[in-house]
């Protein structure tokens, strides 16, 4: 490796980490938003807002070409990432900013487990050990006593299984394909997916909707466009591997920002589970050649 790519790849791990920075904030906003005008409305407001914003750069930019190319691949992302972010912010609704923020972190572990099912990665004794720590860890942090799990951390999961999905989608169309168009389509095809589930879920009123506005404004400026265009470039000069290590440090931003935010606090069976789950997740985030 020469020393421009060496240096494009510590430019691309320091954007990585920025945006891991930039998640780590949401989960104790997302809280904030989802307890007062609920989770469908959330998704809809935040990626509404996002798409309202970069519609006339679009526009402006509009090339025909890129436009076509793009679109279907932009429609799988939104697509997936409309299940993260809806089970992310359904399951906030139950649970704490900083449960969430670990057991999406499980994402990590989904992307090693779907490598080894597609053959990417062999069956080994680590995956053996990411499986076996990840239900540890998820049942000291989750389950309140024997058989009674949190709901809204099993919901969490099932979006972490989407975002896992939606990790590797990034790194195979972030190489090849325009990042602008990729960014656009990902959000309005997730904006207009949580259409679906609007006309079942209570109205919130106008002033909830003012309340939290500056939240909205915030997830939908820095944490959608800014963060998902971190991601798209960051994915396209750092390995995905590369990539899931530095991820690894989002729910640890998350946890302290919900304390200073949130006052939330772990207790020591939870920290226990966090780390048998931080501990799945960097085991999973090696290659078996590395």
Same mark, same amino acid.
């Given at each position: 490796?020469?020393?421009?790519?060496?240096?494009? +790849?510590?430019?691309? #791990?320091?954007?990585?980490?920025?945006? &891991?920075?930039?998640?780590? &904030?949401?989960?104790?906003?997302? +809280?904030?938003?989802?307890?007062?005008?609920?989770? @469908?409305?959330?998704?809809?407001?935040?990626?509404?807002?996002?798409?309202?914003?970069?519609?006339?750069?679009? !526009?402006?930019?509009?090339?025909?070409?890129?436009? $076509?190319?793009?679109?279907?691949?932009?429609?799988?992302?939104?697509?997936?990432?409309?299940?993260?972010?809806?089970? %992310?912010?359904?399951?906030?609704?139950?649970?704490?900013?900083?449960?969430?923020?670990?057991?999406?972190?499980?994402?990590?572990?989904?992307?090693?487990?779907?490598?080894?099912? &597609?053959?990417?990665?062999?069956?080994?004794?680590?995956?053996?050990?990411?499986?076996?720590?990840?239900? =540890?860890?998820?049942?000291?942090?989750?389950?309140?006593?024997?058989?009674?799990?949190?709901?809204?951390?099993?919901?969490?999961?099932?979006?972490?299984?989407?975002?896992?999905? #939606?990790? =590797?989608?990034?790194? +195979?169309? /972030?190489?090849?394909?325009?990042?602008? $168009? *990729?960014?656009?389509?990902?959000? !309005?095809?997730?904006?207009?997916?949580?259409? !679906?589930?609007?006309?079942?879920?209570? !109205?919130?009123?106008?002033?909830?909707?003012?309340?939290?506005?500056?939240?909205?404004?915030?997830?939908?400026?820095?944490?959608?466009? *800014? @963060?998902?265009?971190? #991601?798209? $470039?960051? %994915?396209?000069?750092?390995?995905?591997?590369? @990539?899931?290590?530095? $991820?690894?440090?989002?729910?640890?931003? @998350? /946890?302290?920002?919900?304390?200073?935010?949130?006052?939330?606090?772990?207790?020591?069976?939870?920290? =226990?589970?966090? *780390?048998?789950?931080?501990?799945?997740?960097?085991?999973?985030?090696? +290659?078996? /050649?590395?």
């Amino acid at each position: 490796m020469n020393d421009m790519d060496q240096g494009n +790849k510590v430019v691309g #791990q320091a954007i990585l980490l920025f945006l &891991t920075f930039i998640w780590g &904030t949401t989960f104790s906003i997302i +809280k904030v938003v989802v307890e007062n005008i609920g989770f @469908a409305y959330y998704v809809f407001l935040r990626f509404g807002l996002a798409s309202f914003f970069l519609t006339p750069y679009i !526009i402006f930019k509009y090339r025909r070409e890129l436009f $076509y190319r793009n679109l279907v691949p932009g429609a799988v992302l939104g697509l997936l990432f409309l299940g993260g972010i809806s089970f %992310q912010g359904w399951g906030i609704e139950y649970t704490s900013a900083s449960n969430a923020a670990f057991i999406t972190g499980l994402s990590i572990v989904f992307v090693y487990v779907i490598e080894v099912a &597609t053959g990417r990665e062999k069956i080994s004794m680590r995956l053996l050990s990411v499986i076996v720590l990840s239900i =540890i860890g998820l049942y000291l942090l989750s389950f309140k006593d024997m058989f009674m799990p949190c709901v809204g951390d099993l919901i969490v999961l099932i979006g972490s299984l989407f975002w896992a999905f #939606q990790i =590797i989608s990034i790194g +195979k169309y /972030s190489r090849n394909l325009d990042l602008l $168009y *990729l960014l656009y389509f990902e959000i !309005i095809f997730t904006a207009i997916g949580s259409l !679906i589930i609007l006309p079942f879920i209570k !109205i919130p009123s106008v002033n909830s909707i003012l309340n939290i506005l500056p939240h909205l404004l915030y997830l939908a400026i820095f944490c959608t466009i *800014l @963060a998902n265009t971190l #991601q798209l $470039y960051g %994915q396209k000069i750092v390995r995905n591997v590369e @990539a899931a290590l530095i $991820y690894l440090m989002e729910p640890v931003f @998350a /946890s302290i920002i919900a304390f200073l935010m949130l006052r939330e606090q772990l207790s020591m069976r939870q920290i =226990i589970g966090a *780390l048998a789950i931080i501990i799945a997740m960097i085991l999973s985030s090696y +290659k078996s /050649s590395s």
